[in-house]
């Protein structure tokens, strides 16, 4: 299994500018989300989906845009890219379930800039 | 709401030393916890969970963590550090009946370890 995989690695935009960050994961995971990660401000979460056709917004969603067509794939778009939103996004992935204990699979990160 | 703490953003030891990453949450019920690790330009993979049974839970690579509830604590220890240890190191709360993926993140600890 490759696990949570995310694209780009790397990206620059300038002010303005759209892109779609990609995340797949090969697991059957119900639950994807996403995250930014700033320093000294750990984790914040944008956008989660409970499943295919379901998303809802996290602690910081603004400026982002989801959906999730499909089990495996979970894009996170920006729509018009600002400075404010230069950070490392990761995606997550963890069974449905409502388990407790169940952990976040975290894929390997994009590094945005915004110019 | 439920917050997370981290003591401490830099934390540095001595190689052989003794390991405390200190976290507090606030929550009224119990939560589960979770410490992850985060190496260099890599995203976060789990190190242990805290999920209301055993109060001492051991994790991957020699660490362990203690839920004391009265102190609202999960600290991190390690009894001996490697060099290896070098990372950002980051406690993660989850309320019960919470959605799974709603973890709040602390702001993180940087380990460093001096030769």
């Known amino acids: 299994n490759a696990g949570v995989t995310q694209t780009p690695k790397f990206q620059v935009l300038k002010t303005g500018q759209s892109m779609t960050l990609q995340c797949a994961q090969d697991m059957n995971h119900e639950y994807m989300s996403w995250y930014r990660q700033d320093p000294g401000m750990g984790l914040r979460l944008i956008h989660y989906?409970?499943?295919?056709?379901?998303?809802d917004q996290g602690e910081v969603p603004n400026g982002y845009n989801v959906s999730r067509s499909t089990t495996e794939d979970f894009p996170l778009r920006l729509l018009s890219a600002a400075p404010s939103q230069t950070s490392v996004y990761f995606c997550a992935s963890l069974p449905g379930s409502w388990t407790g204990g169940n952990e976040q699979f975290f894929g390997p990160g994009t590094r945005l800039t915004v110019l | 709401a439920q917050s997370v703490t981290q003591l401490g953003s830099h934390v540095s030891v001595s190689e052989g030393a003794l390991v405390l990453l200190r976290c507090n949450y606030s929550s009224s019920v119990p939560p589960y916890l979770f410490w992850y690790v985060q190496y260099p330009n890599q995203g976060l993979q789990l190190l242990l969970k805290y999920t209301s049974a055993a109060t001492l839970v051991k994790g991957i690579n020699g660490f362990e963590a203690e839920f004391k509830k009265s102190e609202t604590s999960f600290h991190l220890t390690k009894p001996s550090a490697h060099m290896s240890d070098a990372a950002e190191y980051f406690c993660a709360v989850r309320l019960p009946r919470q959605g799974a993926q709603k973890l709040v993140f602390g702001q993180g600890t940087r380990l460093t370890i001096n030769p």
């Open positions: 989906s409970v499943g295919a056709g379901i998303t």
